[in-house]
């Protein structure tokens, strides 16, 4: 007879556990998710939130070991319903921190679904939006950059593994010929024909690099191990958003169109954007 693997009592010939405590196990997870996301968007007690959390996983049977994963689908939700309107606002920012400080818990846990750089890059916007006149940098960088900012630069957001593409045009001739061989000798041809060309143009967006893409408050900054260019907002025409990335067009006769693609397309147009219209 084996034992149920929920509460490790006898589950019966060839049974594995007790549907009454595989629902149980069920439920519970689905309460504590619940139960974090709710406390972290209305004003529930942290310290009552987590002993009610601890209670459920007892009498749930849920293990210590998937306790992370429900706090990390629990902050999702709640990310999620603050992002509805698209910010987070300063009492959302706050509710957030303070979830963060009681449960202490570690970054790649809160970041799991990338909640953790959808805040962000909400905080970024919002404090482009109240038009600062000195802007901070929210990220933290390990390691060093390809390039060198101003002094009165600052660091907004960085993509890695981006590509940069740049569109190449190929003119060719294309034509046919139509005529007329007459035989003047022996074994040898003479033909008189006459040709015409058309010149026909190809374009073709060609990769130029795959590095890091980097966003300022002045420049755009591209460096990989091939292409490394920078690029002043004063510059741009134009800006258009992608689902994976950004096109641009600079000022100038001899200026191409250029992409970065595998980024945030929407969250990268609306924050160079509201920098040039600042």
């Not at 191990?225 to 510059?235: F, G, H, L, R």
Request: hydrophobic share 35%; glycine share 6%.
């Amino acid at each position: 007879m084996s034992k149920c693997k929920f509460c490790g009592q006898n589950a019966g010939f060839f049974k594995s556990f007790h549907k009454e405590c595989e629902l149980s196990y069920i439920l519970g997870k689905v309460d504590i998710r619940n139960k974090i996301s709710n406390a972290i968007t209305s004003t529930v007690d942290f310290s009552s939130c987590e002993n009610e959390i601890n209670n459920i996983a007892h009498t749930s049977f849920i293990p210590d070991s998937e306790i992370s994963e429900l706090y990390s689908f629990g902050f999702f939700s709640a990310v999620e319903t603050f992002l509805e309107d698209g910010i987070i606002s300063v009492e959302e920012e706050q509710k957030i921190n303070d979830f963060k400080k009681h449960f202490k818990l570690d970054q790649d846990i809160l970041d799991k679904y990338g909640s953790i750089q959808k805040v962000c890059k909400a905080l970024i916007l919002r404090d482009i939006f109240e038009n600062k006149t000195s802007l901070t940098s929210r990220i933290v960088i390990e390691g060093t950059l390809p390039f060198l900012l101003q002094k009165d630069e600052t660091l907004l957001w960085v993509f890695k593994n981006v590509e940069f593409y740049e569109l190449q045009t190929k003119t060719t001739f294309e034509g046919s010929s139509q005529g007329l061989s007459i035989k003047i000798a022996q074994g040898l041809y003479y033909r008189t024909s006459s040709f015409k060309g058309n010149p026909v143009t190809n374009q073709h967006m060609k990769l130029l690099g795959t590095g890091i893409l980097a966003i300022t408050n002045i420049n755009l900054y591209f460096g990989s191990t091939t292409k490394t260019v920078k690029i002043p907002y004063k510059k741009l025409i134009s800006i258009t958003p992608y689902s994976d990335g950004i096109g641009i067009q600079k000022d100038g006769v001899s200026s191409k169109p250029q992409i970065f693609k595998e980024i945030d397309g929407w969250f990268a147009y609306n924050l160079i954007s509201n920098l040039i219209s600042k």
